[in-house]
């Protein structure tokens, strides 16, 4: 059975990061094959993990909008775009939808994508799915599943407000989630006491924190990749932690 992990939260929370530092995680504990998808159209996870990305899917959606080349059936066509555009590496293969959707109907060029993708999820024992803000990738892509949400939010009142927005989002658009969790990134110490108070309000289950840690951002800057943070860095040792505890 695959596990779908899905990302989620307001821009700028730490989604891509942690989703890196998640397939780091899952690396070194031996669990692989792992598909990693970037759906958010302003894809960056490949930069978090270090990896090249030459062509995305969004291509290929256009590509079948315009029809497909003769002599090839639109599901052939789908399914080779879907291998070009897969990078492998090692453990893990990570795929790309690239932009999101312009004038013109998509909507069978969606349906024939969502369908390939459930066959290809199939392949892998653990999916990570990096999101942009919205849910609407979630509901078209992975079939309304979701073994785990990751919520993050930043450690504000208004985030949390965000993530509790989501997580209602969620339940509205009756997706399949069996278990959500929140994390909170960018803590300075501890957390406030009206940060708490605002999670159990919102009656979201908080797994754990992450501190601010000015190497991931001395990595941003030097252009290396956030997977190759030490292992004793604050945030992969926090995350860690919360990564076991979600997957006991
Ligand atoms: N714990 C952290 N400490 C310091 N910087 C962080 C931390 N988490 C994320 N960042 C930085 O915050 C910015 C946004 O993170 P990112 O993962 O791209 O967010 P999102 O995917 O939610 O938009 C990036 O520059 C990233 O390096
Ligand atoms: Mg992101």
Not at 160 to 182: P, S, T, V, Y
């Amino acid at each position: 059975m695959t596990m779908t992990i899905a990302m989620a939260g307001k821009g700028g929370t730490g989604k891509t990061t942690i989703a890196g530092l998640l397939i780091r995680f899952l690396l070194k504990k031996g669990i692989k094959p792992i598909l990693a998808v970037d759906a958010d159209a302003n894809a960056n996870l490949n930069e978090v993990l270090g990896l090249e990305v030459t062509t995305t899917l969004g291509e290929a959606r256009e590509g079948l909008k315009d029809g497909v080349p003769t002599g090839m059936t639109r599901d052939l066509y789908m399914e080779y775009k879907v291998q070009e555009s897969l990078v492998e590496s090692r453990g893990y293969d990570l795929l790309v939808m690239g932009r999101p959707e312009g004038a013109g109907c998509y909507c069978h060029a969606n349906t024939l994508l969502s369908r390939y993708m459930e066959s290809l999820c199939g392949n892998y024992r653990v999916v990570v799915m990096d999101n942009e803000a919205g849910m609407e990738h979630i509901s078209r892509l992975i079939s309304r599943q979701a073994d785990i949400l990751l919520i993050v939010s930043d450690p504000t009142q208004r985030g949390i407000l965000a993530a509790r927005r989501i997580r209602d989002l969620a339940l509205e658009l009756k997706l399949d989630i069996k278990k959500e969790r929140l994390i909170i990134n960018r803590v300075n110490g501890e957390l406030p006491s009206t940060v708490r108070e605002a999670v159990d309000s919102a009656g979201l289950n908080l797994a754990g924190c992450v501190p601010e840690d000015e190497l991931i951002s001395r990595y941003d800057t030097q252009g290396r990749p956030t997977v190759e943070l030490p292992d004793d860095a604050g945030s992969v040792q926090a995350l860690n932690e919360i990564f076991e505890g979600i997957l006991d």
